[in-house]
């Protein structure tokens, strides 16, 4: 079976650039999660998605990041402007069930450097 | 005071001797307990899920929940080099509206 698929596996942008990540969870996964990983740090969660719906985006900074997830599959992440401080690592992971309480799968990851 | 704390490290610990990382938690109403590893420059995996007190154990692995004290702790037994990485815990709650938090992860090293 398949894992989450994420691309591009890096990224180099110079800020005020748009950049946009892509996701591929397993299939079956009716749960899709984005997050953001600093430097010895922890994964951060920034939006979930069951199936379409968006149910947990607090963690979002809604004033340049957005994403979607079109059919309850694929999802995109797309930041615009980007900034230096969003230099990371932006993951995606998917999980059955409902909530979060399911055991995640997660990608490989975007390396993101802002410049 | 963060929602989920563990102690940043390095935790060295000798090869063959039992390592033990420990989380605590600040919100009482967690309900699911997750310890994930990540190797350097890799993704998270999942180790172990604790839901219920007491201990839980897979293979060389042993994750044990206090949900009064609010700390879930990880035993390494018999460890090797290659469990040199860092250990995440994460816990989230069992509803939809449930967020999952992550703690920032203790590095462990295995010395030979």
Redesign the interface.
Known sequence: EAGVVQSPRYKIIEKKQPVAFWCNPISGHNTL?WYRQNL??????LI?Y?NEEA??D?QLPKDRFSAERLKGVDSTLKIQPAELGDSAVY?CASSSG????G???????TRLLVL | QKE?EQN?GPLSVPEGAIASLNCTYSDRGS??F?WYRQYSG?????IM?IYSNGDKEDGRFTAQLNKASQYVSLLIRDSQPSDSATY?C?V??????????????TRLSIRP
């Not at chain 1, 409902?98 to 309480?101: D, E, F, N, P």
Request: no cysteine.
């Open positions: 999660y010895g740090q922890g994964p951060e969660l979930r069951e149910v947990d607090s993951l409902q909530g979060a309480g055991t995640q799968y997660f990608g490989p990851g | 989920v940043s309900q699911s997750f890799k993704s998270p995996e999942l899920f995440l994460a989230t709650g069992y509803s939809s509206a449930s967020k999952i938090i992550f703690g920032s992860g």
